[in-house]
């Protein structure tokens, strides 16, 4: 495995990155997760749109055009010979002195990660997961915008947490009010009426290039989407109910906290869209 840092690669053991750098000292960075699929790189575009738009919020210097990152991620996966996998993208506030102040940081250090991932075991993708709902919330979307896919996931990983220690694997987050925001690191849909629902990023939830996906599959299969408001009520009562990230893909969620949702097992809707996902990933 040869690991991008900065636009040299090196041997795993030997990618290494300061103590001084401010992602690790302060979560100050953001990234991506991408996948590979059958040799090509699954939304490339859309997931470097993302990564630009996340630093552009945040105020960090990429010191790199949107096109040379793309053809840096594209270079990565082809000297690792990747035909299936994960990219992992991480552009970090760079090395400075300790204290918070970001305009200390001289230059972003750019990673490019190219493995694989897998976040649940194939039976769940069968025979769909049970989730609860966390007590942890959302970060306010005034205090830190959802859409910025930052280096911050201590909120979702005492969610994540909480769903490990109720001996699931997975956890609904909700926000400040009490409505649905998202799952630990996937979108959440319900299906109702033969329709789609997710949370509105507005409401807490990451603007994933996953649940946009979805949602174009739905609308070219004549099943109507909408961004919505969500309680914990609707997802008790949905006719169907599913999550969505680039690692999860899409997965069948078919209890939460203790309540079966529609039969209890993957259904109609959320079955075409798996086979619409995958047809897609293979084209
Ligand atoms: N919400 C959150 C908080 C996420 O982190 C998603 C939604 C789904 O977004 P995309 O754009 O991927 O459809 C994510 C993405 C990991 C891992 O290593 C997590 C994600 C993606 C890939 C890997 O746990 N989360």
Do not use: W
């Not at 997760?33 to 090509?40: F, T």
């Not at 769940?124 to 910025?148: F, H, M, Q, V, W």
């Not at 990230?245 to 203790?258: F, L, M, Q, R, S």
């Amino acid at each position: 495995m040869k690991i991008y840092i900065d636009g040299k690669y090196y041997d795993r053991k030997d990618a290494k990155i300061s103590v001084f750098d401010h992602g690790l000292l302060y979560g100050d960075g953001i990234f991506e997760g991408i996948r590979i699929y059958n040799g090509k790189v699954f939304k490339l575009k859309e997931h470097i749109e993302r990564l630009y738009q996340s630093a552009k919020a945040i105020l960090l210097d990429m010191h790199m055009t949107e096109e040379e990152m793309g053809n840096a991620v594209l270079d990565a996966v082809n000297i690792n010979k990747k035909k299936n996998g994960y990219i992992r993208l991480i552009v970090t506030r760079g090395e400075g002195p300790l204290g918070i102040d970001p305009t200390t940081c001289k230059k972003a250090t750019v990673i490019i990660i190219v493995s694989d991932i897998q976040l649940y075991p194939d039976e769940y993708y069968k025979n769909g997961i049970e989730i609860i709902t966390a007590s942890s919330r959302r970060i306010p979307s005034d205090s830190l915008d959802p859409r910025i896919k930052s280096l911050n996931y201590l909120n979702n990983i005492m969610a994540k947490l909480e769903a490990r220690h109720s001996g699931c694997l997975e956890a609904v987050m909700l926000n400040r009010e009490g409505f649905v925001a998202e799952c630990t690191g996937d979108n959440m849909f319900i299906v109702k009426n033969n329709e789609l629902f997710t949370p509105a990023p507005f409401h807490g939830a990451l603007d994933g290039i996953t649940m946009r996906t979805v949602m174009e599959i739905a609308e070219s299969l004549g099943i109507k989407t909408h961004e919505a408001t969500l309680t914990r009520y609707d997802l008790y009562n949905a006719e169907e109910c599913f999550m969505t990230g680039t690692g999860a893909e899409i997965i069948p969620v078919i209890k939460i906290d203790g309540r079966i949702i529609g039969d209890g097992e993957p259904m109609v809707v959320t079955k075409r869209l798996i086979n619409a996902f995958k047809k897609l990933i293979m084209s």
